[in-house]
């Protein structure tokens, strides 16, 4: 599904390591703000950005929930920051097979970050506003990107259950609660 390029305002959030204390503020006003009604619970696991902890270094490493993939990737590389040694896995945002990271804990569908959209819509993400040390910033930059056509939420969804349970067990199951109506 490839596009054609064309210059797009594109939203980042930016980590700075140097700074993150694990205080984990982003993840709960993540999860606040995604909680149906909103704001009505705190379920860190309906939270689009989480803190990994490497209690051995004792380092923080906020990671947000980036794009699905139905496979887990081949390369186990490590990269050493600051004299430490971390796996490929401790900065990557995709949802993918190999870990439970950014999943519904119900239904087990990916999340995506959606940078706090809403309406009205927020000047910044909560995360970055909740960040009292600055270790998220938020920026927007006008670059030159390829637009793709992009799957819905449900299609996203259909895809992710049938990556993960077959498509005759998702068609098994459309007929059955089909059946019951």
């Excluded at 596009?3 to 503020?25: F, H, Q, S, W, Y």
């Excluded at 993939?69 to 490590?78: E, I």
């Excluded at 600055?134 to 793709?148: F, G, I, N, P, Q």
């Excluded at 799957?151 to 199951?173: F, I, N, P």
């Amino acid at each position: 599904m490839k596009g054609e390029l064309v210059k797009k305002k594109v939203r980042k959030i930016k980590v700075d390591l140097d700074k993150c204390n694990g205080c984990r503020a982003c993840e709960l006003v993540c999860a606040a703000f995604h909680a149906k009604p909103k704001y009505s619970s705190i379920n860190p696991a309906r939270s689009r950005i989480r803190v990994v902890t490497d209690e051995i270094n004792d380092e923080y490493v906020p990671i947000r929930a980036t794009d699905y993939t139905k496979a887990s990737c081949d390369g186990r590389r490590v990269y050493t920051v600051n004299g430490k040694e971390y796996s490929e896995c401790s900065f990557c945002g995709s949802v993918c097979p190999a870990r439970n990271l950014f999943k519904d804990p119900d239904s087990g569908l990916p999340f995506k970050c959606d940078m706090c959209e809403d309406d009205p819509p927020q000047k910044e993400p909560l995360c970055v506003q909740a960040c009292s040390l600055d270790a998220l910033t938020y920026e927007e930059v006008e670059e030159e990107v390829e637009e793709e056509a992009k799957l819905d939420e449900v299609a996203l969804g259909l895809k992710s259950l049938a990556d993960r349970y077959g498509l005759q067990k998702l068609a098994d199951t459309f007929t059955r609660i089909s059946q019951k109506r």
